[in-house]
């Protein structure tokens, strides 16, 4: 339990994946210019993580380790998460058509967030057993939107202040996020595994 | 009717107008993730690059069987097998550069820049065009990172060729105190936002674009 614990709030805020390991930038860029679209991007992140986390740890060690396959695990995983983005699309046209239209070429692109992709190969690659896995997919994910969502609130403002124009755009977008990262720094050390 | 780009055009555009780190923006985990040390980042940028060639090339070649419906499972497939060969390889003849690259080899799949070039590109061009624009955009995509890892070993640590303490070089004497923020993660974002505000300098300067 402690250690269910541990992993939940170490990749939320010590290892924060995204300020820390550098998973999942291209949306941290792309999708954080609007909180609406920000939040509705880290909801199906946090959702198609999970799934995909577990998915591909039922699959390594049911299917690949017993049979010898485990050159496969690229193969399968990426298919696996593709079908699975493939998935929240379908049904998110269907529940809320604005929050489709909202997300626009970013719900495909899930499928290329390396966040997604790498918490599932971490998963296996660090022996977590099943509910070990899943809790750090659900750490991952929320860490993930935890700094989608900050960085969200600070590019509206930063949409409306004055700089030089070569900063404008990723530059200073890159800055913050610098900034940002030194702040969660703060947080190293505070729990371990 | 569109004139069609020479050879030439098709290889160098991806190392300056069209790189793929700096103007397009694409592939930015690994451009920050490897680059504390330029042996790593070098490395992967050469890695990437064997695996756009080739999935490049064996796209294009399979562009008028592959049903528009499924094109992008199919580019993916196409992009994880040649992944896969490419860890298997790293591990047998590079094992060093490896264990640095760590799980970022894997993740050379979902690199936005191999599938973007597959779909822009390679599904649609001749095998020898998507080779040469392969290549250019690989090539592109190693300077990006050798340009960042550069900026962060040797302001970071003062080395460079490390981390391996065989090939290690210090390039400063004793006394030298390294700027130790751009050896860690804040450094790394911070240096691309000026890499890429430097480079917006630059293009606008001479006008390319």
Known sequence: MEKLLSIFFIYIFVDNFVLMRFFGICPFLGVSRKMETAIGMSMAVVFVMTMATLVTWLIYTFVLVPFGLTYLQIVTFILVIASLVQLVEIVLRKISPTLYQGLGIFLPLITTNCAVMAVALLAVRQQFSLLESVVFAVGASLGFALALVIMAGIRERLELAEMPDVLRGSAVTLITAGILSMAFLGFKGIITL | ?209
Not at chain 2, 130 to 139: E, K, M, Y
Request: overall charge neutral; proline content about 7%; glycine content about 10%.
């Open chain 2, 1 to 209: 009717m569109k004139s069609n780009p020479s050879y030439m055009q098709e290889f160098t555009k991806g190392i300056l107008k069209e790189n793929p780190v700096l103007v397009a923006l694409l592939g930015m985990c690994p451009v920050l993730g490897v680059t504390a040390f330029i042996f790593n980042g070098v490395g992967m940028g050469l890695a990437a690059t064997a695996v756009l060639i080739a999935s490049n090339l064996v796209i294009s070649l399979l562009r008028s069987f592959i049903p528009p419906q499924v094109r992008i499972p199919c580019f993916i497939v196409v992009i994880a097998t040649f992944v896969t060969i490419i860890e298997m390889v790293l591990n047998a003849f590079q094992p060093v550069l490896y264990e640095a690259l760590g799980v970022f080899v894997p993740l050379i799949v979902v690199n936005c820049v191999i599938l973007g070039r597959a779909e822009a590109f390679a599904s649609k061009n001749s095998p020898l065009r998507s080779v040469l624009d392969g290549l250019g955009t690989g090539i592109g995509f190693t300077l990006a990172l050798f340009l960042l890892a550069a900026v962060r070993e040797i302001f970071g640590q003062g080395t460079i060729l490390g981390p391996d303490p065989d090939t290690i070089i210090h390039l400063f004497g004793e006394n030298f105190e390294p700027m130790a923020l751009f050896a860690q993660p804040p450094g790394a974002f911070i240096a691309l936002g000026l890499l890429l505000a430097g480079v917006n300098v630059i293009y606008k300067r001479f006008n390319i674009k």
